[in-house]
Each structure stands twice: as structure tokens, then as C-alpha cells.
């Protein structure tokens, strides 16, 4: 297992990832019972201590991801005194103070993404065209993850600015790939019902998950026909209300991107269409790697059917969204509580044999996974509770075991058997 910290990790990762760290370099101390006894208690006091570091941060600001709020320039320059106005203000729009990266997302998005958008329309140039379409893409990770937090939690500004809250993802959700409202029937309304269950739609447990094959008809069956599957998993549950709106959403966004397309092809090949590929590729791709891996004795746990990543893209420029398995736990988890709850359920994850790795995102995650890799995944593997004894290739064989297909019959045994299956967690 490699053996370096990323010194880049968000504050709140590197004292969870250096507990576990400890976790694993006592664990391989020889040692009789009394050693065993002691490293029991000098475990459950180091926990104590993380999880009171972790305390100390949960109310510290954070106004960008790339810099945490200690090495933000606050001085009584100009510099400083204008970034110490705005984190006040800011703190006072946000519906949770210490969410003012939110706004300052939105406001980055709204006064980039859209003039170049509208500008493109106005005076198009391949040039520009091909410059906008690298700005959303560099912008498409985060911008995702804000909307995550958004339609999980019903907005993110605070309520005397509802009307804000409301306008700008509907401006902002076209330019950036998504179409209006689909993403939250299908990622609230669809998938944390199902859970990657054999009724979700973007399930993996029906694929082969190291299969390149599988992968391409994964991705292939969403692009070509959540639209019409989508309403159609509605109107099996009896949900007919999401059905006709989730529907009239999709179809009213691709229209519109139909009618722009008359008006000015290049440009809304820049600005929506190729946005609109590239996003739903990427969720796709995200997607599979964060349930690549589904454990064969008890799918239908959230501990064994979903990872955790301590790594730099996805907690520090995508709001904490390593944290899939906390989330799962709890969709309406806020995002900066994710590593105290698990130091606070620590003795959960490791009876639920959950699995964590670092130095890897969920886009690569997938990648090493279609290669087979999996002698490199369990290098970046963080061992617990009995995976710390299992020597490298045993860590290689565990993980490959998890991307086995399942048969119709393992489905109807371990989803909806007697006693075969696996319990919800």
C-alpha cells in the first residue's frame, strides 16, 4: 500500500486518513494479548481525539475549494479586507454559514459560463467555441456536485432568497450538461429508492463490472433511453405524478436545446450539446465506479455495495462526494459531516466490511477496473478491521471478486430470498 499522505487532502480527510494509518501500523504489531488489549484502548482514544479535531472544523467556512479557510490571505490590505467583506456578506445569503463556497460557485458560473454562452450565440468563432467547451468541462465536476447538494437538501441559499434558489439552476443546468429537474428524479426520486438494487436503473449488479463490453452497454442503455425508462420505473411504482414530470422535464430540455440548435448550430454544439454528452458520460463513468464494487454475499448492504475515497478531485473540488457510502447512509448527511459520522459509526463500517482507498477518483476507479488492475487498486486500498491482515494479492482477489456479475437467480435469491440474501443496513 503506498505509504505517502497527500499533503493537498482537505483538513478533515488527513485526520481521518492518518487514523486509519494508525489503525493499520498497530494492527501489524506483533504482540501477545496484553498488546492486543492496549492497542484496543490507545485506538479508541486516538478516535476520541479525531473526532474532536474534526469538531473543531465543523463550523470553519469554506469560501473556495482549492485553498481551506487557515491559508486564505485575510490581512488589512485591500486583498484581504475585500475577502473578509465578502466571506461576511456571503455567510449571510448561504443558507448554512459555512457554505459560502456554494455562492461562490454559483456567482463564478454565472459570470463565465453564460456571457461566453450568450456570446456565442451572438458572434460565434471555433476558437472561442472550443475554449468555452474547455471551461465547462473543468467546470462540469464541481458544478454537479453543488447541484447534488442542492436537490438533496432543497436549495442552498438561505429562504428570503428562495426566488435566487429557484432561477439560477434552471439558467445554469443546460450550459453545464444537465437538463432541467432530470437529475433529481432520477438521483432522489429513483436511485437512493433503489439503491442499486435490481430495480434501479443505473444498477450495476447486472454487469459484468470488469468487462469493457458491459461497460459501453451500461453507459449506452442511459444515454439512449433513460428518457422514456425513467418515466416508465414511475409508472410501475405507481408514481404516476413523477412519470408525467420527470417526461415533460427531459423532453422540454431537449427541445429547447432542438430550437437553439435551428437558431445557431455551432453554437449550441458548444454551449449544450457536447455539455449534454460529456456530462451524462461522466455520470455514467462516476457512477459505475462508485457500485463497481458489490459485495456477493450481501449486496444489499450500503457498507458492501458502495466506496469510500479519500482523495483530492473528489472531497476537496466535489464537495466531500468521496464520502459514497456515508451518503448513502444518510442522503441528507451535510456534506462537511461526512468524515465525523464515520469516525462516530467507525465500528459499523469495519463489522460491514466497508471499503476505502486513496489516491484515486472515481473516473480512474472505473478505469483500472475495465483494465483489470486490480493489483493497483489494492495498493490504493485502505485496509480495516480484518482486511488489514490480507496480504496484496489477497486484497487483489477480494476486489475482483466484488465485480462478478450476478445471475437473475443470485438476484431473486440475495434481493428478495429467504434468508440467502443480504440484509439493509
Avoid at 501489524?28 to 469538531?55: C, M, V, W, Y
Amino acid at each position: 500500500m503506498n505509504e505517502g499522505v497527500d499533503p493537498y487532502l482537505r483538513e478533515s480527510d488527513l485526520l481521518v486518513l492518518r487514523n486509519l494509518l494508525r489503525d493499520i501500523e498497530l494492527s501489524s504489531r506483533p504482540g501477545g494479548t496484553d498488546q492486543a488489549q492496549g492497542n484496543d484502548l490507545f485506538l479508541e482514544h486516538d478516535d476520541g481525539i479525531t473526532i474532536k479535531n474534526l469538531a473543531a472544523l465543523k463550523d470553519e467556512p469554506v469560501l473556495f475549494c482549492t485553498w481551506d479557510y487557515k491559508d486564505l490571505p485575510f490581512s488589512k490590505q485591500l486583498p484581504g479586507l475585500l475577502l473578509s467583506r465578502y466571506n461576511r456578506l456571503a455567510q449571510t445569503i448561504v443558507r448554512h454559514r459555512v457554505d459560502v463556497v456554494f455562492l461562490t460557485h454559483i456567482i463564478l458560473y454565472m459570470s463565465t459560463s453564460l456571457p461566453s454562452a450568450l456570446w456565442l450565440f451572438y458572434d460565434f468563432s471555433w476558437i472561442h467555441g472550443i475554449l468555452h467547451v474547455i471551461m465547462q468541462v473543468y467546470y462540469m465536476g464541481s458544478f454537479t456536485l453543488l447541484l447534488h447538494n442542492c436537490i438533496h437538501h432543497n436549495g442552498l441559499l438561505a429562504p428570503r432568497y428562495r426566488t435566487i434558489d429557484r432561477i439560477w439552476p434552471y439558467i445554469l443546468k443546460p450550459l453545464m450538461g444537465h437538463t432541467w429537474n432530470s437529475y433529481y428524479y432520477h438521483h432522489v426520486k429513483h436511485h437512493h429508492v433503489e439503491n442499486n438494487g435490481p430495480d434501479d436503473l443505473s444498477s450495476t449488479i447486472r454487469y459484468q463490472r470488469d468487462s469493457f463490453k458491459h461497460f459501453c452497454l451500461y453507459v449506452g442503455r442511459f444515454l439512449l433511453f433513460i428518457w422514456i425508462e425513467l418515466p416508465l420505473y414511475f409508472l410501475r411504482k405507481g408514481k404516476t405524478d413523477l412519470a408525467i414530470k420527470s417526461f415533460l422535464w427531459e423532453t422540454s430540455s431537449i427541445t429547447l436545446i432542438y430550437l437553439l440548435a435551428q437558431l445557431n448550430f455551432n453554437a449550441a454544439l458548444c454551449t449544450l450539446i457536447l455539455p449534454f454528452c460529456l456530462t451524462r458520460i461522466g455520470l455514467m463513468v462516476g457512477n459505475f465506479g462508485q457500485h463497481a464494487l458489490v459485495d456477493d454475499i450481501d449486496p444489499k448492504s450500503d457498507f458492501r455495495s458502495s466506496i469510500t475515497l479519500i482523495d483530492v478531485p473528489s472531497n476537496r473540488f466535489c464537495f466531500n462526494d468521496g464520502w459514497h457510502t456515508s451518503h448513502h447512509l444518510n442522503p441528507l448527511r451535510h456534506w462537511r459531516d461526512h468524515p465525523a459520522a464515520f469516525m462516530k459509526s467507525k465500528k459499523s463500517y469495519l463489522e460491514g466490511k466497508a471499503l476505502f482507498f486513496r489516491n484515486i477518483d472515481y473516473l480512474m476507479m472505473t478505469y483500472r477496473i475495465l483494465r483489470k488492475d486490480y493489483l493497483y487498486l489494492a495498493d490504493c486500498m485502505i485496509p480495516i478491521g480484518d482486511q488489514i491482515n490480507l496480504t496484496r494479492q489477497e486484497r487483489a482477489d477480494l476486489l475482483r471478486s466484488k465485480t462478478k456479475r450476478f445471475t437473475e437467480e443470485e438476484i431473486r435469491l440475495k434481493f428478495y430470498g429467504d434468508g440467502n440474501g443480504g440484509t439493509v443496513h
